[in-house]
């Protein structure tokens, strides 16, 4: 079964550092997200790519983040700044049309930010 | 963004139904109620979803108030491996695609 895939699993980072949080989303799906998840909390939207745009952004989606798709395959999450706060899971998200119903989810990206 | 309540945690027997119930009072009349778990920290999973009629398939069922102001997730025959946190969530369309607006979610333990 196709499934979303997230590198790395794992990104220890010092605060101030920029990382970059990458996805393949399933190869046929055309809409792309990025939740977080702080521990113990629950999942929050972050933004919706479509088009080679962002269709919505929350307002924890500030300046500091920005989403690309470079190439055909890969979808990524940049943080330019880190701050201590941005640690938490960062999951990316697929579907293949505006009408399908089920959301993929990878399996998450733990970024620690020290 | 319509928000969902849900119990913190439940508990049932293996092999008995585990029963989920949600609020989402503030629901508009084209959101879709979807129902996701997450196991440990993996990726959220999707179970089902609905908009006014009760729906099932292979995982659950989901059973919608009238005033869709509720709704229940029906896990028929709870197995251990069912033991996760179990998220009532809101479809919000967008112009062109649609976000998930997740609630604090209820942690289901099943017992043996």
């Known amino acids: 079964e196709p499934e979303v895939t997230q590198t790395p699993s794992h990104q220890v980072t010092q605060m101030g550092q920029e990382v970059i949080l990458r996805c393949v989303p399933i190869?046929?799906?055309?809409?792309f997200y990025w939740y977080r998840q702080i521990l113990g909390q629950k999942v929050e939207f972050l933004v919706s790519f479509y088009n080679n745009e962002i269709s919505e952004k929350s307002e924890i989606f500030d300046d500091q983040f920005s989403v690309e798709r470079p190439d055909g395959s890969n979808f990524t999450l940049k943080i330019r700044s880190t701050k201590l706060e941005d640690s938490a899971m960062y999951f990316c998200?697929?579907?293949?049309?505006?009408?399908?119903?089920?959301?993929?989810f990878g399996p998450g990206t733990r970024l620690t930010v020290t | 963004d319509a928000k969902t309540t849900q119990p913190p945690s439940m508990d049932c027997a293996e092999g008995r139904a585990a029963n989920l119930p949600c609020n989402h009072s503030?629901?508009?009349?084209?959101?879709?109620v979807y129902w996701y778990r997450q196991i440990h920290s993996q990726g959220p999973q999707y179970i089902i979803h609905g908009l006014k009629n009760n729906e099932t398939n292979e995982m659950a069922s989901l059973i919608i108030t009238e005033d869709r102001k509720s709704s229940t997730l029906i896990l028929p025959h709870a197995t251990l491996r069912d033991t996760a946190v179990y998220y009532c969530i809101v479809r919000v369309s967008l112009d062109s695609s649609y976000k998930l607006i997740f609630g604090s979610g209820t942690r289901l333990l099943v017992r043996p």
């Open positions: 190869s046929n799906h055309l809409y």
């Open positions: 998200a697929s579907n293949q049309d505006r009408s399908s119903y089920e959301q993929y």
């Open positions: 503030t629901i508009s009349g084209n959101e879709y």
